[in-house]
């Protein structure tokens, strides 16, 4: 059963312009929601976790800005701006967020991101 | 092996032929986590092994823990062309995970 839906699942971006990205959770038993990049050398990192509606965050790495979103209890987005390299971003969700190292995260399909 | 600075390592085996894969990390854990992720995917997770364990098993592989030498290791026996993929270790803190820098495995049928 999938938990998470993600669009779009690709997208070319012209360098300098920014892109939303959508993330719908499917069972509210996994309410802890994440975003992950995976850049080119295929290596993952953290950027966000959001509980609760209206909660938002900003985050700048190299090669990206971004800008996360929890619009409702089953919806997540990510405004991604200034993407100099390619990228993917995966969204997360989790059945416990504090305090629990045993919580298993489960991964969406993921939406690739590329530089025009 | 996986984490700190190290790049992606890649391991290319023959189908039948057993592998390890090894993860060292620089801050105590008492969990890690091993997830595969196969090609056009998301990562999955594949095996939990907690500090009181030092060993867990599930079908055909075998994680272990060592906190005195804060390392890891995923063995696959018996390795399958569909166990093609790349092999994270990780941390979890909280709601937080820290991956590896990940194996990249390529069975050859």
């Known amino acids: 059963v999938t938990l998470l839906e993600q669009n779009p699942r690709w997208r070319l971006v012209p360098r300098g312009q920014a892109v939303n990205l959508r993330c719908i959770l499917k069972?509210?038993?996994?309410?802890?929601m994440s975003w992950y990049q995976q850049d080119l050398q295929k290596q993952l990192q953290w950027l966000f976790t959001?509980?609760?509606?209206?909660?938002?965050?900003v985050k700048s790495l190299p090669g990206a800005d971004y800008l996360a979103t929890r619009v409702t209890d089953t919806e997540l987005r990510l405004q991604v701006a200034n993407m100099s390299q390619g990228r993917t971003l995966y969204c997360t969700c989790?059945?416990?967020?504090?305090?629990?190292?045993?919580?298993?995260?489960?991964f969406g399909p993921g939406t690739r991101l590329t530089v025009l | 092996s996986q984490w700190g600075e190290e790049n992606l390592q890649a391991l290319s085996i023959q189908e039948g032929e057993d592998v390890t894969m090894n993860c060292s990390y620089k801050t105590y854990t008492t969990v890690v986590q091993w997830y595969r992720q196969k090609s056009g995917k998301g990562p999955a997770l594949i095996i939990l092994i907690r500090s009181n364990e030092r060993e867990k098993r599930s079908g055909r592989l075998r994680a272990t823990l060592d906190t005195s030498s804060q390392s890891s290791s995923l063995s696959i026996t018996g390795t399958l062309a569909t166990d093609t993929a790349v092999y994270f270790c990780a941390r979890n803190m909280g709601y937080k995970l820290t991956f590896g820098t990940g194996t990249s495995l390529l069975v050859d049928p």
């Open positions: 959001l509980r609760s509606p209206g909660d938002k965050e």
């Open positions: 069972n509210s038993q996994y309410p802890w």
């Open positions: 989790s059945a416990d967020g504090g305090g629990n190292n045993y919580a298993e995260q489960f």
